[in-house]
């Protein structure tokens, strides 16, 4: 063995390895393993996306499949919602039914006036004719005296006391007016139940209740002749007596006279209807 300067000579041109043999050429090698791992990078990115476009296509299949199987699916567009009737299992719900309730019907006003068990109204002769005067129409009739007595038969004359007391009169109020030299006092008289009252009307024919003077009302129908009429309602009965002041005699076909007890009659009549109907709205009104 020599240890010659420079050490061994590898022959001319020579880039084999030992023993003779041709030296690999690396950068061959290493481009050659870049370009490798280069495609295994596409093949990888590519096979992803595929398995995305796969599972993509897998869920969408599915959904369709799914949705295929409903028996009620639809290809309606949104704007086309199916009704409550095309959805299964949907019932329209009935609506709320009420009983028709009808009111009952207001009091009768002459039904408290037609028994003293339900007019209990107070009675006095204000109540009954209040104010001092009365206008109908363009005819103004001034008030005079008042009274009220539950001796019936005290204030008229014998006929028709006869059947005020044979019918059991409790109270007898009276009121006088005068308009134009025509007096007129209007008697009402009162009784249990409404049978009794109209049992006055039927029986009286002659008799009339006492006028009554003051307060602007002369003396009239003390004597001569003066109209007399009678009437009822509910259980009051109620009476005119009309005539002149002058003394004068009231004829059949007298338009004045009569015009004037024709007017104080329905008056009467207004009034006592009129207590009839405050006593029904209070009870309308009163808390059941």
Known sequence: ??????????????????????????????????????????LLIGGGVFATVGIAAAVAITVVTA????????????????????????????????????PPPPPDPKDFISSAKK????????GMFPGKSWRTGER???????????????????????????????????????????????GVAVFDTAADATKVKEQA???????????????F???GVCRGTYNAYGRYAYFTTTGYTSGKNVTTGDRKAYGVGDDLSRFAFQRIHLRGTAQASAAAEAPQ
């Not at 043999?21 to 090698?29: K, V």
């Not at 007019?119 to 204000?126: G, H, I, S, Y």
Request: charged share 25%; glycine share 12%; aromatic share 4%.
């Open 1 to 42: 063995m020599s240890f010659g300067q420079g050490g061994p000579q590898w022959g001319p041109g020579g880039t084999g390895g030992p023993g003779g043999g041709p030296t690999p050429d690396w950068a061959a090698l290493a481009e050659a393993s870049e370009a490798r791992t280069r495609r295994r990078k596409w």
């Open 67 to 102: 949705n295929s199987d409903e028996p009620s699916a639809s290809n309606k567009p949104a704007g086309e919602l199916p009704t409550a009737a095309d959805i299964p299992g949907a019932s329209k719900e009935a609506e709320p039914s009420f009983e028709a309730t009808t």
């Open 119 to 126: 007019d209990k109204a107070p009675l006095t002769p204000e």
């Open 140 to 186: 103004l009739y001034k008030k005079g005296a008042t009274d009220s007595t539950t001796k019936c038969t005290s204030v008229t004359q014998p006929a028709l006391a006869s059947v005020l007391a044979r019918n059991d009169c409790t109270r007898l109020i009276r009121a006088s007016y005068i308009r134009d030299g025509v007096a007129v006092t209007i």
């Open 205 to 219: 024919e002659k008799g009339l209740v006492n006028s009554l003077s003051g307060k602007g009302v002369p003396s």
């Open 221 to 223: 129908c003390r004597t």
